[in-house]
């Protein structure tokens, strides 16, 4: 891909980005005179801000580049699972967040020592920190690899520099910093991910019509193979996977628990979730459905250099390629805020973790 394709008003949209999330963690790092207050944002959190930051924590840049890329070249078999999120999500509602909330406990492995023992805590917390490390590791090379091919500067610069930029708000502000910036960010890729379907439908003749016509002809909305089998990627066994992973995230994953804990009240709790709930599910069809319009598109007006790419790729491509320049730059933020909402979560919970059911453990204050 050229060296040029990111243009000097793109930069300068992307760099304001980035000097606006660390401005923030500067401002809330003075307010930060306690660890309830550095990792529970003193517990005074509005309920529709930490809603938009659940959405923001969930919705990572493997969404923003992995869900177009899959529809993309396949079809929409994840998308029943990620309806489905709306059950895991009933679980967190009525059972799991009014007890977190009811017993002020600090961290999701607290309950883990009292049901069982220390070592149960000790092996969960050890578990979600290690997991977390992997995770983040792969939304940092992921956006990164992006931005290799769209500027050419080396890997290693680009993911020391955007790690560098992440960890500086997060470590600085603390869990209210994270929220605050979630909420920029989640509406950020809302409003990036917007942006780009007017343009792509207003190049096809057909508009909306043609690429829902055109993508159902060629297969691109099916839901792959239905057998009942475990030993094939059918819907039901990616229906039983996400489940599970959607469960873990809403009932034993820091950075959910830690968002149940910093909001101020019950009722604004339950908002919370119902907000970032709502939020999530058609976020994800959106991008599914921008993957299937951007298989329309390079149908009608195709690419060799589309066509020598990975998959991930294609959005970033078609971005900086037909979107005007500076819009395009913050469409590409909105991908950067994708991944720092997930990367800044992480990283605040992990501390939240080692702090909370290692540090304190032995001890220490």
């Not at 607290?110 to 000790?122: H, P």
């Not at 057998?227 to 066994?237: A, D, I, L, R, Y």
């Not at 913050?330 to 992480?346: N, P």
Request: aromatic share 16%.
């Amino acid at each position: 891909m050229e060296t040029s394709l990111l243009r000097w008003q793109d930069v300068a949209v992307i760099c304001l980005n980035l000097a606006v999330m660390v401005f923030i963690g500067v401002y809330f790092a003075r307010k930060n005179k306690s660890a309830d207050s550095y990792f529970l944002a003193d517990r005074t959190m509005p309920g529709w801000v930490v809603g938009v930051s659940m959405m923001a924590s969930v919705i990572s840049s493997m969404t923003f580049l992995g869900m177009p890329a899959y529809t993309f070249k396949e079809d929409w078999r994840f998308m029943p699972a990620h309806f489905l999120y709306i059950l895991p999500a009933m679980v967190a509602f009525f059972v799991v967040m009014p007890y977190f909330r009811k017993s002020q406990v600090r961290s999701a492995y607290e309950y883990l020592e009292y049901r069982y023992s220390t070592w149960a805590r000790l092996y969960a917390a050890i578990g979600f920190v290690m997991g977390n490390m992997f995770r983040i590791g792969i939304i940092l090379y992921a956006v990164s690899l992006v931005f290799e091919q769209m500027v050419g500067w080396d890997m290693p610069l680009i993911i020391v520099g955007f790690g560098v930029v992440v960890a500086l708000y997060t470590i600085a502000g603390g869990l209210e910093a994270v929220i605050w910036t979630d909420l920029i960010q989640g509406l950020s890729l809302m409003l990036g991910g917007i942006i780009c379907l007017p343009i792509l439908a207003g190049l096809l003749p057909g508009g909306i019509e043609q690429i829902i016509s055109e993508a159902y002809a060629d297969g691109k909305f099916g839901l792959g193979s239905m057998e009942f089998v475990m030993s094939e990627k059918t819907m039901w066994v990616i229906i039983l996977n996400m489940q599970f992973a959607f469960l873990q995230f809403f009932c034993t994953d820091q950075v959910m628990v830690q968002r149940y804990l910093s909001i101020k009240t019950d009722k604004g709790a339950r908002i919370a979730l119902i907000l970032g709930t709502g939020l999530s599910i058609p976020v994800w069809f959106y991008f599914a459905f921008v993957g299937s319009a951007l298989y329309v598109f390079f149908k009608h007006f195709p690419s060799e250099a589309v066509s020598a790419m990975q998959p991930e790729s294609v959005y970033p491509y078609f971005i900086l390629t037909t979107v005007p320049a500076g819009v395009a730059g913050f469409v590409i933020a909105a991908l950067l805020a994708a991944a720092m909402s997930t990367m800044d979560s992480s990283l605040n919970a992990m501390s939240s973790t080692v702090i909370t059911d290692f540090y304190r453990k032995l001890g220490k204050k």
